[in-house]
């Protein structure tokens, strides 16, 4: 079992930054991708970014540019430094940790990042 826990949401202006932080506990497999989605009232939950135990990066084209996803694997942490936020960032903030080889998956309870314009 693998249990993630988030902090770093709340409250910012448009232009404004917030960082984000998931720790992962539990058994974490080598190999595995870590990421952020995020759910916005009355739509589906979307990627924002991922990143591999190979430091391999994706991102979702709204936040390129502005949006950086990197980890501590020491402390098996994914963070996600979101800059230049706009109101339509506004949506609750999953941390996900996915072992593609054991075929599991995990979420985080949620974050709340609100962009107020």
């Known amino acids: 079992q693998v249990r993630l826990v988030e902090s770093g949401g709340g409250l910012v202006q448009a232009g404004g930054s917030l960082r984000l932080s998931c720790a992962a506990t539990?058994?974490?497999?080598?190999?595995?991708?870590m990421g952020w989605y995020r759910q916005a009232p009355g739509k589906q939950r979307e990627l924002v970014a991922t990143?591999?135990?190979?430091?391999?990066?994706n991102y979702a084209n709204s936040v390129k540019g502005r949006f950086t996803i990197s980890t501590d694997n020491a402390e098996n942490t994914v963070y996600l430094q979101m800059n230049s936020l706009k109101p339509e960032d506004t949506a609750v903030y999953f941390c996900?940790?996915?072992?593609?080889?054991?075929?599991?998956?995990?979420w985080g309870q949620g974050t709340q990042v609100t962009v107020s314009s």
């Open positions: 996900n940790i996915n072992f593609p080889y054991a075929k599991q998956d995990y």
């Open positions: 539990g058994s974490i497999f080598s190999i595995n991708i």
């Open positions: 990143i591999t135990n190979t430091r391999y990066r």
